[in-house]
């Protein structure tokens, strides 16, 4: 059953296509380019100090929310999106706005009907799938001298070996809510300080999850129909202003697959640990609410 969302894939541009085989390529050639960008956001932006990361960020965020920031729209869209106005019409501007003011706006667009699939689970949310692997296959990085696992992603003193682990990057045309993947209950809403290093998983080669290890995220667990936790982390970058929960999403609250649960205000990455693996392989778009 096809969902909207899968609809609305399918009015994209060859330039998903072309984040896919920009991954793909340096994957196999880490070149000059590569390392250049990774030396600045780690070796320069990253061991800069939080607070001043956080300030550079938020004035980039800011030139996003001014009202001149809305005659970027229309010629965005038109790059990215194969039928721009096709694309459009299968959103509304947030908070019941009657148009967009912002690009900021555009970027926390909203569906007008709902996401919906008849599969459980599903994918929280839209993006490039860059990495994938069982929870116990995913190495230790070094964050400046601290060697952190991969229960550090979700806060957590661990996850059990025959988890799964995958990395989800949200390009800026994506759209950049996050839904829950199962029904259950919300059991822990963690918000986590950190750095805000750049996201592009192509410029970390072997470590594509890198950022996720040390940048600001907020994790959530959900305890499904089964008993089962499905941990979230929402990762921040560069120009995010927040990770904003959704109305009435607390700790204790009921969701549903498919339910809104937190959304990103510019830049994003979402990582999960499940106790099931999905069919989806690496460098494969991801479309929100679509089979996990």
């Given at each position: 059953?096809e969902?909207?969302s899968m609809?609305?894939?399918?009015?994209r541009?060859?330039?998903?296509?072309?984040?896919?085989?920009?991954?793909s390529?340096?994957k196999?050639?880490?070149?000059w380019?590569?390392r250049?960008?990774?030396y600045i956001?780690?070796?320069?932006f990253?061991?800069?100090?939080s607070?001043?990361?956080?300030?550079?960020?938020?004035?980039?965020?800011r030139?996003?929310e001014?009202?001149?920031?809305?005659?970027?729209?229309k010629?965005?869209?038109?790059?990215?999106?194969?039928?721009?106005?096709n694309y459009l019409s299968?959103f509304?501007?947030?908070?019941?706005?009657t148009?967009?003011?912002?690009?900021?706006?555009?970027?926390?667009?909203?569906f007008?009907?709902?996401p919906?699939s008849?599969?459980?689970?599903?994918w929280?949310?839209?993006?490039?799938l860059?990495?994938?692997?069982?929870i116990r296959?995913?190495?230790s990085?070094?964050?400046?001298?601290?060697i952190?696992?991969?229960?550090?992603?979700?806060?957590v003193n661990s996850?059990?070996?025959n988890?799964?682990?995958?990395?989800?990057f949200?390009?800026?045309?994506?759209?950049?809510?996050i839904h829950?993947?199962?029904?259950g209950t919300?059991?822990?809403?963690?918000?986590?300080?950190?750095?805000?290093?750049?996201?592009?998983?192509?410029?970390y080669?072997n470590?594509?999850s890198?950022?996720?290890?040390?940048?600001?995220?907020v994790?959530i667990?959900v305890?499904?129909?089964n008993?089962?936790?499905?941990y979230?982390s929402?990762?921040?970058g560069?120009?995010v202003?927040?990770?904003?929960?959704?109305?009435?999403?607390?700790?204790g609250?009921l969701?549903?697959?498919?339910q809104q649960?937190?959304?990103?205000?510019?830049?994003s990455?979402?990582?999960m640990?499940?106790p099931?693996?999905s069919?989806?392989?690496?460098?494969e778009?991801?479309d929100v609410?679509?089979?996990?």
């Amino acid at each position: 059953m096809e969902t909207q969302s899968m609809s609305v894939l399918k009015t994209r541009n060859k330039d998903n296509n072309s984040s896919l085989n920009t991954f793909s390529t340096y994957k196999r050639l880490y070149n000059w380019q590569s390392r250049i960008i990774r030396y600045i956001a780690i070796s320069v932006f990253g061991n800069m100090p939080s607070p001043i990361q956080k300030n550079i960020s938020y004035i980039y965020g800011r030139m996003f929310e001014t009202h001149l920031s809305r005659f970027i729209i229309k010629p965005y869209c038109a790059i990215q999106f194969k039928n721009s106005k096709n694309y459009l019409s299968f959103f509304k501007p947030p908070n019941n706005k009657t148009s967009y003011k912002t690009f900021q706006d555009f970027f926390t667009r909203e569906f007008k009907n709902k996401p919906k699939s008849s599969k459980v689970p599903v994918w929280a949310c839209e993006g490039l799938l860059c990495e994938a692997d069982k929870i116990r296959n995913i190495a230790s990085v070094n964050v400046k001298g601290d060697i952190r696992n991969v229960e550090t992603v979700f806060g957590v003193n661990s996850i059990p070996d025959n988890y799964y682990f995958t990395n989800v990057f949200l390009h800026n045309n994506n759209y950049h809510r996050i839904h829950s993947p199962v029904n259950g209950t919300i059991t822990r809403i963690q918000r986590i300080s950190g750095d805000l290093v750049l996201l592009r998983p192509w410029i970390y080669i072997n470590e594509p999850s890198l950022p996720a290890f040390r940048n600001e995220r907020v994790n959530i667990d959900v305890v499904d129909e089964n008993n089962k936790i499905w941990y979230l982390s929402i990762v921040g970058g560069p120009g995010v202003a927040t990770i904003l929960m959704s109305n009435n999403i607390t700790k204790g609250s009921l969701v549903k697959a498919g339910q809104q649960i937190a959304m990103f205000r510019l830049g994003s990455t979402f990582c999960m640990a499940a106790p099931k693996a999905s069919s989806k392989k690496i460098n494969e778009p991801i479309d929100v609410c679509a089979k996990y």
